[in-house]
């Protein structure tokens, strides 16, 4: 094990969304096997970071080497935040507490919510990566609405092992690069976030835009380990009910109905309500733009789509089916492509 292998490993949970795709409900405390998403992430980030600190405390138990001083050296350098305070969640704080009531390592949980609340991913990383101690080793991030986050925080560590000084790893499935399941130099990415709210360009930014400079490789990981919860459909393909009677799911477990029924609504409105909408489709777009670019590119997205295949069924270029699917594929691509952009411009920087 090299030097830098050897230093701290922290986590960091973001838990502070709007699940707007959810009608609300926070995707942190739906419960999966008698557990919130958080608390099941929580358990995850604190399994790694102790096999982390195993690992380290083994090497320097050498027998080649004097094993108290060893031991004491490896300890002090890895500090108290390596288990207990290493691992911060930012979310609601009122509602973290209850949410990490079926956690089984949740002490010395640190929470912080970003300023203002609710403002993207990115604030949030840079709201977590204050409130962590030290300076030195890495920070695993996590979203917290991930049903097989612990096999997947485990593939990343494994994975860290064979980084360069300086250098963090990420996930990637079916091509698709995951910043929110990644590893990343701490100090490095303090840094980033430093500059980012110097530049005020934390709001609402993409996670991609913050850690443009940082120095990445890549970990394959299958789909199913970054499957997360978007949607009901998602949490039910997850095994995931809404809740029962008196639970924050309850009143909003018809979310896809509600949703069909207000786009009725609106087509009938506009006098359009013979034509079909892919529901999903749109709001899958949605979610591509706003975690490619920044979240309100989500609905400036979906207009513009819209807009197009509008002007091309009204202008007899395409069938209203045909067109819509066109567009949404088209803005869908365009989307996407834009979180590699960003990462080009990081290989660019590490390079100089």
């Not at 929580?42 to 102790?50: L, M, R, T």
């Not at 018809?254 to 749109?282: C, M, P, R, S, Y």
């Not at 395409?318 to 960003?342: D, F, S, T």
Request: charged share 20%.
């Amino acid at each position: 094990m090299t030097e830098h292998q050897k230093e701290p490993l922290r986590a960091l949970i973001l838990a502070g969304g709007l699940s707007r795709r959810l009608g609300g409900v926070p995707k942190a405390g739906l419960i999966l096997d008698g557990q919130t998403l958080l608390a099941r992430t929580v358990d995850a980030a604190s399994h790694v970071i102790s096999t982390h600190k195993s690992s380290i405390l083994r090497t320097a138990a050498h027998p080649s080497t004097d094993l108290r001083s060893a031991v004491e050296g490896a300890h002090a350098a890895l500090g108290a935040d390596t288990a207990v305070g290493g691992i911060a969640v930012v979310g609601p704080g009122e509602k973290i507490s209850r949410w990490l009531e079926t956690a089984q390592h949740a002490s010395g949980v640190k929470r912080v919510q970003e300023d203002p609340p609710f403002s993207g991913p990115a604030a949030g990383i840079a709201a977590g990566v204050e409130v962590l101690d030290g300076d030195s080793g890495h920070v695993l991030v996590l979203a917290c609405d991930m049903p097989h986050v612990d096999e997947l925080a485990q593939l990343l560590a494994q994975e860290l092992r064979g980084c360069s000084p300086g250098q963090g790893v990420m996930a990637v499935s079916d091509g698709k690069k995951q910043p929110l399941a990644a590893i990343y130099p701490l100090a490095q990415l303090r840094a980033a976030a430093v500059a980012a709210r110097a530049a005020h360009r934390l709001d609402n930014a993409s996670v991609f835009s913050l850690v443009a400079s940082l120095s990445m490789k890549e970990c394959a990981v299958p789909a199913s380990l970054t499957a997360d919860i978007d949607t009901w459909a998602d949490a039910r393909t997850q095994g995931i009910a809404a809740g029962s009677a008196g639970t924050e799911g309850a009143l909003l477990e018809n979310h896809d109905e509600l949703l069909a029924q207000w786009t009725q609504k609106l087509l009938e409105a506009f006098e359009i309500g013979d034509i079909e909408v892919d529901i999903h489709a749109v709001l899958n777009v949605a979610g591509v733009a706003a975690h490619s670019i920044v979240r309100p590119a989500a609905p400036l997205t979906t207009f513009v789509a819209g807009l197009a295949a509008g002007l091309a069924a009204g202008s007899g270029q395409a069938p209203e089916a045909k067109a819509m699917k066109a567009a949404l594929g088209l803005a869908k691509q365009l989307a996407a492509a834009q979180a590699p952009a960003v990462e080009s411009a990081a290989e660019n920087s590490a390079g100089k």
